[in-house]
């Protein structure tokens, strides 16, 4: 039994993340969210691209004004009203002021912007009543961002701000990762579709929609394979489909030492390697990790996870050793292993055994002090074999080997999964 911690990084190593001509294509902006950046970004347009005025207001001439005040105002006179995105006509002379809006572009001759509160207008003239800094109110052109330089790195994955750096640059085609294709494939005689009347001692295949889930919203196309009784030649069978279009495959089930668990057998006859065969974690003790050559050498190997049957089972293991998997192996830079974070347990939780214990319920700010997070824990049995209380979990407290028990009100680590 492998700890999870030596189980999370071994799987790490095996992963070269994507990388190359191949595993890059163009998407249009409006389509790039979620994506990961395969190339880096260097922007053509400073940002700003214009001096332009930061407030509306009026537009000076710093050695004009550096004396005003309310009592004694200085009186500029206007030249024109600068509307945002159009270009001033003419500069500012010494005694004059153009009327400027937020983001018009400063006209020549002027340095500073005056704000609207800090003025009165009179007739054609403009008083000031208040000096400003010198270069007040001025946003400079490549103040924030100058063309040339760096602006976005491999690896990043682009949400609401980063499309929005992308568009202002105006990236329109962006240079992203492909998605992962990870193949799902519940194994077990017992196993029926959801749509199936169950005959005596059937279970319905609830993990191949859970793993769907569970891939998708980690950014991969899931590639359904549906169910394969416990036959080795129908196993072997779904696996070499499996081998020939995805870059993960997971199954569920055929793990444990049962007559019927096949699976590391047949991956041995395919050729795979076995890497981990279990691990010390409750639920999911049972956890095939193995991998298949790439067809391409420089690539990462085809990684298999062969993940325990039982509901809870699969996705405490999906989240603890398959999405760090698949965050790196999508090119993503940095946050490939879980967050862990303290929070008070609301409940006892009993642990023992030679396990790690991960339980599963909810992490919600502490009401009366935000920066403190509670657990609570999901009512109802946390047996391995029960999903229903899986719904609406948010995290799994982790009950580290020796800890016999945590009492309510005591500090725990606690996994973010969603
Ligand atoms: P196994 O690891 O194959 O021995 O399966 C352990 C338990 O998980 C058994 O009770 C199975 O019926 C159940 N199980 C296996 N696969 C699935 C599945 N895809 N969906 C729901 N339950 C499953
Ligand atoms: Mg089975």
Not at 128 to 151: C, M, N, T
Not at 186 to 199: A, K, Y
Not at 391 to 414: C, D, F, M, Y
Request: glycine share 10%; proline share 8%.
């Amino acid at each position: 039994m492998v700890p999870a911690a030596e189980a999370e990084a071994l799987i790490l190593s095996l992963i070269t993340p994507l990388d190359g001509s191949d595993a890059l294509e163009a998407v249009a902006l409006g389509a790039a969210a979620g994506r990961i950046l395969a190339q880096p970004v260097t922007g053509a347009l400073d940002m700003p691209h214009w001096d332009n005025s930061a407030m509306d207001g009026y537009a000076v001439r710093y050695a004009d004004v550096a004396q005003a005040s309310a009592d004694h105002p200085v009186a500029l006179t206007l030249t024109e009203t600068i509307p945002a995105g159009k270009p001033p006509t003419q500069p500012v002379a010494p005694g004059q002021a153009a009327r400027i809006l937020t983001g018009s572009m400063m006209p020549t001759g002027a340095d500073t912007v005056v704000m609207q509160e800090n003025t009165q207008l009179q007739d054609n003239r403009v008083l000031i009543l208040d000096a400003p800094q010198p270069g007040q109110f001025v946003r400079h052109r490549g103040s924030f961002y100058q063309a040339g330089q760096p602006l976005m790195a491999v690896g990043t994955r682009l949400g609401g701000p980063e499309l929005a750096v992308l568009a202002a640059a105006q990236c329109v085609n962006v240079p992203v990762f492909r998605r992962l294709r990870v193949a799902i494939l519940s194994t077990g005689d017992e196993l029926v579709n959801p749509e199936t009347p169950l005959q005596a001692g059937q279970i319905v295949d609830s993990n191949q929609y859970a793993l769907a889930a569970l891939v998708q919203a980690a950014g991969a196309e899931a590639i359904p394979l549906g169910i394969v009784p416990d036959q080795p030649k129908a196993l072997a069978a779904a696996i070499q489909s499996a081998l020939a279009q995805a870059d993960v495959i997971l199954s569920s089930g055929g793990v444990s030492v049962g007559d019927f668990d096949y699976v590391d057998r047949i991956l041995a006859d395919l050729g795979a390697t076995l890497r981990i065969r279990s691990v010390a974690v409750r639920p999911g003790k049972p956890l095939t990790v193995a991998t298949f050559p790439s067809v391409n050498a420089q690539h990462s190997p085809i990684l298999y996870f062969g993940l325990p049957g039982n509901p809870a089972s699969a996705l405490v293991s999906f989240w603890r050793f398959v999405e760090p998997a698949l965050r790196k192996l999508s090119g993503l830079r940095e946050g490939w292993s879980p967050q862990f974070v303290e929070a008070v347990t609301q409940h006892p939780l009993k642990g023992g055994g030679p396990r790690e214990i991960y339980l599963w319920g909810r992490l919600s700010p502490n009401s009366a002090n935000p920066s403190r997070y509670d657990f609570a824990l999901a009512g109802g049995s946390h047996s391995s074999g029960n999903l229903v209380n899986l719904a609406g979990a948010n995290a799994l407290v982790v009950i580290p080997v020796g800890t016999e028990l945590l009492p309510a009100g005591e500090v725990v680590r606690v996994m973010i999964v969603r």
